[in-house]
């Protein structure tokens, strides 16, 4: 009957236009279309506040297509889920002879970028025969439009075969019922709003329905740059015969009081447009660093937001890429306590219950891993996590071979495991792996009834994860009837990992009343916030410049000459969605970016940015713009969003001192029960007094003051950090990992020079230049064989590799000590000669008497001159340097020394030379030995020095004396217990992970707070 248009810029009143001939219409049964459900319950809202709701319908698109169908009677066959237009989709490229598409038709992906393009073709009304019309016109033969068209009636054929249609042949068999059967729909009005874009589906429906009755679309448009983007749209309504009423509106009644807000709506990426004063508050400019400093920063100002009065709803947070940056946002301001709703889809296989499933369908293929089998177990909350760390640990040290070698040992195989591999065949594998999805959502409930809430108390009840456990199980239930599909395989293990991979899951679901939306600008168009956060503004995000379609792209789309096809440019589109961004907020806009990353990497902003400041006055950006850095971790006190923040922002500030916290409370006018909170968080934090430090349980203290011998080797251990000390030789931690690879490497090569010297594979107990070549080959034996024994721990590849170059480090020093001349020799009964060792009859060198306790110890190799007392103490390092004289004391090396006392006190020696030997240095590097030699002496020992070790007899002693004085005092603090976090040089090796345990980090704080250094013990 009719098409009225009403057509406005944005803020022009467009919505209460329709609003007002809804209602007037109201009696007549209206329909109003908006683009999705919350739309509709906005529009709900809007329609009960000011009366008149009662008789009003409301429906998205796709409701109303339902609605057509079953008004006209028309019955279209069964459609095909999303998962099986897909397998469709894969029969028709298994079934297509393909060229040009040959190599990408394998390509993961391919089969869902495929299945998009076919909706989008047949949203365009094209078909396949003016797809390949169309192609045969290209320049070149269009080869590759002409097997997309193949493959495109290949589906068509495969799904009519089948007796399906799909969500496009529904709409399309809508709108033929509605042509061939005009009087269904009867004379009910239709009313569109929030659409500024249709497919030509959409578009032959809405003049199909203005043939028989009123319908009026109310359509965002000017012309103007920014909204170029929907000319396209205006121009075919407008055009269209039935269009007989057009009210173009003009900007109604100011949307807002900022004026810099309506100066920004009217003019933003006009040309020449004049500059405004930027004075009302309405825009602020919010530079941040990292990521998540951004969301951070963010969250502050939602939370300074609400606690001055606005509503969650009242705000709105847009980004260009919700999906990819929302999940950051959502959880940073839920941290802070903010209620939100994230619009936007999750990737399955990123939910705990996706995890879940992907790995398990890789454990029960045959290619499946025992990391695998982990990775399921990790995921699954009904497995304890002991026993999952069990697994691991067992994974670390190369325990598994096969996924059956983790769970051998079980009664059982892991029940999910054990469904799957017992199934007969692939779809009854899916049906298993569809009550899977199931029970790893509902496992964390189970007997904890009822579920109140988003988390009731202990229940960790996560919407998603039940959402996601539903979602799966529906695609995988519907993967296993693919199979009964004509011309379509049934689906196994790898095409449900897949598929899982390629579906996402709603992060938020329901009404957004009482929440801060985090959404695209895209979902924004029909509504309005007071409060408008356009976020991640930077180059190569906001404006997304990117090309969108991976088979067809823009150039192409042009040449084949399908108007229907055609899309608004890229730019032309992001201009559109950031002015939908500032058009929106009625009272402020903030616009924010990363000036860094979270390393301080420069990060180039969007040039978006630059267009609102063109047209604010000068200035503008220096008054409108915070800076957020990376040295703002935590918010000032003022700005603290809730009483967790506000303690740590006081922590930083007083450290424990809780009258200086008080004061600061005060000061801030914070309320008595925020205060009560935070003090109660203050006083709960550790005290610089209580953090790790000196053992004061009586019981290990009198267990350390009757050790009565200490080792060596543990002593300098205590030297070079006593906590590490304590965690290593008294805590125990059992590691799941394996051994580091250096300390593997040390064990084996000790072990085999030792095995080497105790049975030398020539006539002399030394290499010599006529010999060395065996020497070195048996050497190389015998690491191969500590290398293949599995008592040592798995043999890696890296390890293999380690081993190697060992083996080639060792033999240059055999060939320097081939070289050597010497009287010195290794004596058999003197390698790996332990002091302190005595048996039970009193065998075995004592140990070194240090007055209150005694050392023990075990020396790699003495040789021994043929006076049968002087001698020359070697130990062995992996190291590629080691430590010369004059810096052992300042390193805490002291065990050579002690060694050197203890053969001289209880072997009876005289050591002339105490040398470390640097192993690892190899042929490239200086590989002469480093300690404490007799300088008289070292012609007799037979190696190149370095300068400043050789030393006279009288600082020889001295340098032992000094060792066993450090010795005698540093144990007597063990013994004390005195430990405290003081890593030799005051800065921790970057190997040791005991942070955790010692808690530096926090410390630091405190003692920062309290006036301390800062710097580490
Ligand atoms: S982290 Fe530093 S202080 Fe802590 S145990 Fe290790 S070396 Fe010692």
Redesign the pocket.
Known sequence: MSLELIVGPPNSGRAGAVLERVRAAVDRDPVLVVPAADDATRFEQDLCRDGGAVGVTIRTFAALVEDVVALTGASPPPTLSRPQRLAVVRAAVAATPLRALARSAHAPGFAIALDDLIAELQAALVSPDELRAAAAGVEGGGAHERELAELYAAYVRLRDGAGRTDAGGIALAAAAALRAHPDAWGSRPVFFYGFDDLTAVQLELVRLLAARTEVTFALTFEDRRALAARARLYSELREDPGADAIHELERAAPHTSKASLRHLDRHLFETDAPQAPADDDGIRLLECAGERGEAEAVGLEVARLLAEGARPDEIVVALRHPTADGPLFAAVLRGMGVPVALEASVPLDRTAVGRGLVTLCRAASEEGTPADLIAHLRADPSTPPGLVDWAERGLYRGRYETVADVYAGWEAPPRHLARVLEAGDAAERLRALAATARELAEAPHRERAPLVGERSGSTPLDPIELRAGIAAAELLEELAVIGALPGCEQPDLADAAEAIASTTVPAWRGSTEGRVRITSPYRLRASRARYLFCCSLQEGSFPNLASTDPLIGEQRRADLGIPALRRAGVADEERYLFHVCVSRPTERLYLTWRASDDEGQPAPRSPFIDEVLDLLEPGAEKRLKRTRGLAHPVPEPHEAPDARSLARALALRCGTDTGAARDALAALDVDLETAGAVLELLTGLPDPEDMPGPLSNPVVLRDLASRRLLSAGSLEGWI??S??WF?EHELEPERLEPPADPLWLGGIVHEALSRLYADPPGADSLPRPGDVGRWKRRFGELLDELVADPERGATTPARKLLAERARRQVEAFLETEAQRDTDLRPRRDLLEVGFGFEGEDGEGAGPLDLGEFALRGRIDRIDVAPDGRTAVLHDYKTATKVTGRSALLREGRLQIQLYALAAQEQLGLRPIAAIYHPLGAGRSRDRRPRGVLLKDETARIGFDTVRGDPVDEETFAEELAKARELARERGAEMRDGGIK???IGGE??FY?T??P??R?ERAIGLEDANGGNGE??
Do not use: S
């Open positions: 070079q950090c906590y590490r965690v976090r003081d890593p921790c090796p040791c005991y942070q345990i010692c530096l580490g013990a």
